[in-house]
């Protein structure tokens, strides 16, 4: 059996992981890489030694993982840490991601929140970004337990996602509401299962 490669993007609390769990309940092998980020970013890990190389020690709890509220601190408010981190993390984070993908059959679902800007959507045989708008998402953020502060920072942080939507090859809008976002989906899988897509 061939491999699917399809990429999941989306900002933050635009409706990408309630896609993601919907796509998984379809019977596609799902890889989140916030859960790989979690790995790296565990005590011995590869992430972990990146991040104290850029921050120091006190980037890190005592147990020896990254402290990821202190980080998240650091890189929202100086774009230049983000982006050293990004340069860091994200070849780690793609590089566990093909180890994942080289063993599976079938559709293999890729779920990240910087596919495109950080250029790993072109391994994908599709990349679809979920979008909403921005005062939904930030509401929606905020009803999550993000603080308003703190959820419009990363959502600046993010930009105004030109860049993603322009590196997708299908955007699936959020702008109504959980039944209309379900119909799309639905649409979407069944097009994956009849195209030729394993």
């Known amino acids: 059996m061939s491999r699917f490669l399809l990429g999941l993007t989306g900002g933050l609390a635009s409706g990408k992981s309630t896609v993601g769990r919907w796509l998984a309940e379809a019977g596609f092998e799902m890889v989140d890489a916030d859960r790989v980020v979690a790995e790296l970013y565990a005590p011995g890990g590869r992430g972990a030694a990146a991040v104290r190389e850029l921050f120091g020690g006190e980037a890190l709890t ?21 982006r050293s981190l990004e340069h860091a993390v994200h070849p780690l984070v793609r590089q566990h991601f ?14 990240a929140t910087l596919l495109v800007e950080s250029g790993h959507c072109e391994v994908f ?74």
């Open 62 to 82: 005592p147990e020896g993982a990254v402290d990821r509220p202190r980080v998240a601190e650091i890189v929202f408010a100086d774009d230049e840490a983000r």
């Open 125 to 198: 045989d599709l990349v679809v970004s979920v979008e909403a708008p921005e005062e939904k998402r930030l509401e929606w953020a905020v009803a999550r337990g993000m603080d308003r502060e703190s959820a419009a920072a990363r959502l600046a942080a993010q930009g105004d996602g030109e860049k993603r939507r322009s590196g997708a090859d299908h955007i699936l809008w959020n702008d109504g509401t959980l039944d209309d976002l379900r119909k799309k989906v639905d649409e979407l899988i069944t097009e994956l299962s009849t195209s030729g897509a394993p």
């Open 98 to 111: 093909a180890e994942i993908a080289g063993a599976a059959e079938g559709i293999v679902v890729y779920e």
